[in-house]
């Protein structure tokens, strides 16, 4: 109601290319003109041969990234594909502002009249633009968009396409969710002063303002991640500051979360791991859920294998009928998630909430980069095989290992990124 008042309001335009920037746009959808995040290849009224365009390029990579499992002929296709996107090592520290080959296609597709009809449309009203995919900032940027340009960076490093093909008299901002993204978005030109450190946008539901929710929720956690005290033995009296005291039982069983990415890739590892751990399901030790995002055939795939395990109700299947459905109830169950096992992809950021991440293997190049920042972060842990994760997983519990990788991506993760864009763009 705040923002409605104030009347702070801008576009904020993500695209349907995965999970990963309409998840990045979701938490600010209070800022959101109309209450709507504008998807820049979906929205009302776009025309057919801009719809085509972006059509083809996301079935492209879905396709590839699932086809990546067939032996040699998968993995020679990705690799062409990845080379398109992979992002070059940071050091030794250089200029790298010179276009790479896909940015300057992606520019003449745009100069050629790709994203025309959704800017002329977005300047009647020239509010500030978000978006959470560098090419809307383009188009914004070439066809003279009258308003503030912003651009949200959702992953942990980035390749050379995120940098206008001209950085240095670019007029797009650019919220950083890390150090790493500020720092390479230098070595590509862009001029500081156009680069804010924000941190990743969370959700508020998630987090709460002066992270009430966050820390409540982490409190309960942190019950459950250190069975054996092992933890707070030793960091007992930085939980007291950080969190103050904690419940004497947790509001929730030990729970797994399992993320899907929005391809369907490695959508077997969860049933072996569902399959190890099943004694623990069982014997309601443990609670496993599957976020699997909108499809219905990775739906109706889950049920059909889960159901032959009866396993009592503690295995369970987030999903949604829409994207904004599907992101609400996973907030939600995130509350009540102790460990949340994924891919390195944007929701690397989410250990920022106090959860730690097990990291299952990458897909591309920024994953690569988002996997080494959260070793770098100490708030994740590669997976080991699927298989035996009844052992490995509660070597890690009962270590107290996870407890510390829950509380190092609180304490050197930011949380507070959608608060911090807001007042951004707002100046307040």
Not at 27 to 39: C, E, S, T
Not at 189 to 217: Q, R, S
Not at 345 to 372: C, H, M, R, V, W
Not at 402 to 410: H, I, K
């Amino acid at each position: 109601m705040e923002n409605k008042k104030n009347n702070k309001r801008a576009w904020v335009v993500a695209a349907d290319m995965g999970y990963g920037h309409q998840r990045t746009a979701y938490p600010l959808r209070d800022i959101a003109f109309g209450d709507k995040v504008i998807n820049a290849n979906s929205y009302d009224g776009i025309p057919k041969k801009d719809k085509n365009f972006w059509q083809e390029t996301r079935y492209l990579y879905e396709f590839v990234s699932r086809f990546k499992k067939v032996p040699f002929l998968g993995s020679l296709a990705f690799s062409i594909l990845d080379k398109f996107q992979k992002i070059s090592i940071y050091y030794p520290k250089r200029d790298l502002s010179k276009p790479s080959f896909t940015l300057k296609n992606i520019l003449s597709f745009i100069k050629g009249g790709w994203g025309k009809d959704l800017i002329e449309r977005l300047q009647k009203n020239p509010l500030p633009l978000v978006s959470t995919f560098f090419t809307p900032a383009f188009m914004a940027e070439e066809l003279k968009y009258p308003g503030d340009v912003y651009c949200v960076v959702c992953d942990a490093d980035i390749n050379r396409t995120w940098a206008s093909i001209n950085p240095k008299k670019s007029k797009i901002k650019y919220f950083a969710p890390c150090t790493w993204v500020r720092d390479r978005l230098k070595l590509y030109g862009v001029k500081p002063e156009n680069i804010f450190l924000t941190g990743y946008p969370l959700p508020k539901e998630n987090v709460g303002e002066n992270l009430a929710i966050l820390k409540d929720d982490l409190r309960h956690r942190i019950l459950n991640l250190d069975p054996n005290r092992k933890y707070r033995e030793i960091y007992g009296p930085l939980i007291k500051v950080s969190l103050g005291n904690l419940p004497e039982k947790s509001n929730h069983p030990l729970t797994i979360m399992f993320s899907i990415g929005g391809a369907g890739a490695q959508k077997e590892i969860p049933l072996h791991a569902i399959n190890s751990l099943r004694g623990k399901i069982k014997d309601r030790k443990l609670r496993f859920i599957i976020a699997i995002g909108v499809r219905e055939e990775l739906r109706k795939y889950y049920v059909d294998n889960i159901k032959e395990l009866k396993l009592d109700g503690w295995v369970h299947i987030v999903s949604g009928i829409t994207t904004d459905e599907y992101f609400k109830t996973f907030n939600e169950a995130l509350r009540e998630t102790d460990i949340l096992w994924t891919k390195p992809s944007e929701l690397s950021f989410y250990a920022g909430l106090g959860i730690p991440i097990i990291i299952a293997p990458t897909i591309g190049s920024q994953e690569d980069f988002n996997k080494k920042w959260l070793l770098h972060t100490n708030a994740g842990i590669p997976q080991e095989d699927p298989k035996y994760a009844d052992q490995w997983f509660y070597d890690l519990l009962n270590s107290g290992d996870l407890a510390e990788a829950a509380m190092q991506g609180f304490m050197e993760i930011g949380s507070m990124g959608t608060y911090n864009i807001e007042r951004t763009i707002f100046n307040s």
